[in-house]
Nanobody, 124 residues
Framework: QVQLLESGGGLVQAGGSLRLSCAASGRAFSMYTIGWFRQAPGQEREFVAAVTWSGTTSYYADSVKGRFTISRDNPKNTMYLQMNSLKPEDTAVYYC?????????????????WGQGTQVTVSS
């Protein structure tokens, strides 16, 4: 069992930056693929970024590529999403998730554990 807790959300102006953190508890977190997803009001949850357990392979949604960076610190059981050059369309609730996979998946149905989400609001 893995429990995830996000932090770091907030209100920021367009062009600004935020760093989201996701603290994990439970055994063998370092063996899980981890991902970030987001959900805006009235929209479906969408993939943002994912990274394999080793941190060597990562994938990004086209909408955030070049602006967001996913990373993990396995000894600290924590993962991060550095978000730069934020846009109003990045406004959403951001969720971290963990999957018992060896690949970095974009599919939310392949993730086994989810955090409760943290709100990110980007003003224009």
């Amino acid at each position: 069992q893995v429990q995830l807790l996000e932090s770091g959300g907030g209100l920021v102006q367009a062009g600004g930056s935020l760093r989201l953190s996701c603290a994990a508890s439970g055994r063998a977190f370092s063996m899980y693929t981890i991902g970030w997803f987001r959900q805006a009001p009235g929209q479906e949850r969408e993939f943002v970024a994912a990274v394999t357990w080793s941190g060597t392979t990562s994938y990004y949604a086209d909408s955030v590529k070049g602006r967001f960076t996913i990373s993990r610190d396995n000894p600290k059981n924590t993962m991060y999403l550095q978000m730069n050059s934020l846009k109003p369309e990045d406004t959403a609730v951001y969720y971290c998730a963990a999957a018992r996979l060896v690949i970095a998946s974009r599919r939310s149905d392949q993730y086994d554990y989810w955090g409760q989400g943290t709100q990110v609001t980007v003003s224009s």
